[in-house]
T-cell receptor, first 115, second 107 residues
């Protein structure tokens, strides 16, 4: 297991296009998180899953953003009708835990540039 | 609302000098605090958590509930400590990160 894997690593798109990012967590981890990070800021929580259930979604996340985790394995984050303000690094992290906050293992991120 | 504040964007020290990276949090419940580190061209990784009360790479952090702080300290900084450091607050399986402090250890 090489850790959390994210694809693509870089994506350049034109405003108005749709983009999808994929995250493959560490295999035994039941929790999966998506974060967004812009220059000079820390990771900002977007959403998280426990197994296949999406348990929470940030109020900052517009309805153009959707995430799935079918069968509790990999996850996808889709952004529809991209805007320049969506340009950021999108981080995925996974953890193992049932009742307690566990250590997050991060992927290398997917950098989105919207022209 | 939960919030994590790291007041210093950049901290520069000479090798061998003591280091303290500040972190303050806002949360009315019982907090879980963490320090994450990102070395150049590496992914974000856990450095230490308050519940473990351990020292990692010479770093320690004490949770002060009265001052709502979780400052990261190291008595003698090394050049390999140069990195971005993020303080994080764990609340019901969600993590809230500060904006980070870049530590630069000069030779």
């Amino acid at each position: 297991d090489t850790g959390v894997s994210q694809n693509p690593r870089h994506k350049i798109t034109k405003r108005g296009q749709n983009v999808t990012f994929r995250c493959d967590p560490i295999s035994e981890h039941n929790r999966l998180y998506w974060y967004r990070q812009t220059l000079g800021q820390g990771p900002e929580f977007l959403t998280y899953f426990q197994n296949e259930a999406q348990l929470e979604k940030s109020r900052l996340l517009s309805d153009r953003f959707s995430a799935e985790r079918p069968k509790g394995s990999f996850s996808t984050l889709e952004i529809q009708r991209t805007e320049q303000g969506d340009s950021a690094m999108y981080l995925c992290a996974s953890s193992f835990g049932q009742t307690h906050t566990g250590e997050l293992f991060f992927g290398e991120g997917s950098r989105l540039t919207v022209l | 609302a939960q919030r994590v504040t790291q007041p210093e964007k950049l901290l520069s020290v000479f090798k061998g000098a003591p280091v303290e990276l500040k972190c303050n949090y806002s949360y009315s419940g019982s907090p879980e605090l963490f320090w994450y580190v990102q070395y150049s061209r590496q992914r974000l990784q856990l450095l230490l958590r308050h519940i473990s009360r351990e020292s990692i790479k010479g770093f320690t952090a004490d949770l002060n509930k009265g001052e709502t702080s979780f400052h990261l300290k190291k008595p003698f900084a090394q050049e390999e400590d140069s990195a971005m450091y993020y303080c994080a607050l764990g609340v019901f399986n969600k993590f809230y990160f500060g904006s980070g402090t870049k530590l630069n250890v000069k030779p």
